[in-house]
């Protein structure tokens, strides 16, 4: 298992042009939203949403809000991972009351758990909750790569683009977000040059202090 996993990750390259002709299965970008929603966050907050967008026009805005990069329109779907702009009590209590319900608890037996999560992020400023967030949403970025790889479908994880634009072009900020990350998913473009170049990456020994 270890050893095909790292084999999946050995495949799996940052594409750079994807082959337009085939897309992702439905059942396999089930998959892959399911991984996403199984990663671990911060207390289990899951402090981000994710939209995923195949529709042709809303590819091509993306693609000029994104430095023209063509990942955009040829790839089969976008992963947008967008963090939350704050964390509240509601929220939590709503994270407690869910946890109670799932796992067949009052929600008194829970409580103390939600003061102790919402005395920790009490004395936190939003620019500190806006960046908690946000890395939640680049755990769950890093579980979708490998998801990918092991399904062999081909991803790029991506910051090049202008989070403002995506607000403004998915209505993100009415919704109490912001776009943290995205990843445009598909399959390899036969022609993409980078698939075959090396890995660059530190000698073990360095990496592992
Ligand atoms: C958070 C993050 C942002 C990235 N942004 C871009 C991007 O905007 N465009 C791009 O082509 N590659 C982007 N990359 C890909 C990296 O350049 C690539 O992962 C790195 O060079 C290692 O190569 P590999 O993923 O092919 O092994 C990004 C990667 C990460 C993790």
């Known amino acids: 298992m270890s050893h095909h996993f790292i084999e999946s990750l050995k495949w799996r390259y940052a594409t750079k042009?994807?082959?337009?002709?085939?897309?992702?299965?439905?059942e396999d970008i089930a998959s892959l939203k399911e991984s996403i929603n199984l990663t671990a966050t911060s207390f289990g907050l899951q402090p981000f949403r994710v939209m995923v967008i195949d529709d042709p026009a809303l590819k091509t805005k993306l693609r000029a809000a994104s430095w023209d990069q063509p990942q955009l329109e040829e790839s089969s779907h976008v992963f947008v991972f967008a963090s939350k702009l704050d964390m509240t009590a509601e929220y939590i209590d709503d994270y407690v009351r869910r946890t109670a319900a799932i796992r067949g608890l009052p929600y008194e037996a829970l409580s103390g758990y939600g003061d102790f999560m919402k005395n920790s992020i009490a004395d936190k400023d939003p620019e500190f909750i806006q960046g908690w967030n946000r890395r939640q949403a680049y755990i769950a970025l890093g579980t979708l790569m490998a998801a990918a790889a092991e399904l062999r479908i081909d991803a790029c994880p991506m910051e090049g683009f202008d989070?403002?634009?995506?607000?403004?072009?998915?209505?993100?900020?009415?919704?109490?977000?912001t776009a943290a990350v995205i990843a445009p998913v598909g399959y390899r473009s036969a022609e993409d040059p980078t698939q075959h170049a090396a890995k660059v990456r530190l000698p073990l020994e360095e990496m592992f202090l």
């Open 17 to 26: 042009s994807f082959d337009t002709d085939k897309k992702v299965s439905a």
């Open 163 to 177: 989070p403002a634009q995506y607000d403004e072009l998915l209505g993100l900020k009415e919704k109490g977000l």
